[in-house]
């Protein structure tokens, strides 16, 4: 699933007032005293493996937990909301761009997330999350052409 930042504030304002967890592993979930602590707009501008350029933007939110604080809900969408309001007059978010959450701790290291699946219950909004493998980029192509029954020809195998 590739989640854009619009489809993302868009499930947050569907679901007003839920609590607004997430799992970065089966039955793990980021402690719920999570702070939003950042959000970044990332522009990527890239060689693959096959010498071919590529240009694309991507949104990164950091969860982060201050040590020992202890709250008894996660935070809810509403106040997520608030805080991408903020992040959003200062530093436009580009609404097309995927979403991925940053998220560790000292005994767990620090990863980017993908959004891999959202659970909606009443009052719980559950995002999924999974580390995104490292892709070789002209190896999927080939493999995507080969689905397709097309050939690869001499070019842009790595």
């Known amino acids: 699933m590739d989640l854009t930042v ?16 997430f799992e970065y592993a089966t039955a793990q979930f980021v402690p719920k005293a999570y702070h939003i602590t950042e959000v970044k ?18 949104t990164i939110v950091q969860l982060w937990i201050r040590e020992g604080e202890e709250v008894d ?9 608030k805080i991408f309001d903020i992040v959003d007059g200062m530093k436009p978010m580009k609404r097309d761009s995927p979403i991925f959450f940053e998220w560790g701790t000292p005994e767990l290291r ?6 891999e699946a959202i659970q909606d219950d009443e009052n719980l909004l559950t995002f999924q999350l999974k580390a995104p493998s ?6 999927l192509e ?14 842009g195998c790595c």
Not at 41 to 58: A, E, F, K, L, T
Not at 110 to 115: C, F, G, H, I, Q
Not at 144 to 152: D, N, P, R
């Open 6 to 21: 619009a489809a993302f504030l868009d499930q947050l304002k569907a679901t007003p007032g839920s609590e607004l967890r």
């Open 41 to 58: 707009n990332v522009h990527i501008d890239s060689v693959d493996c096959g010498g071919r350029p590529d240009s694309y933007d991507q």
């Open 73 to 81: 809900r996660h935070m809810s969408t509403d106040k997520a909301l």
């Open 110 to 115: 620090t990863s980017v997330y993908a959004v």
């Open 134 to 139: 490292p892709v070789c980029k002209p190896a």
């Open 142 to 155: 080939v493999l995507e052409m080969a689905v397709e029954g097309e050939s690869c020809g001499a070019g």
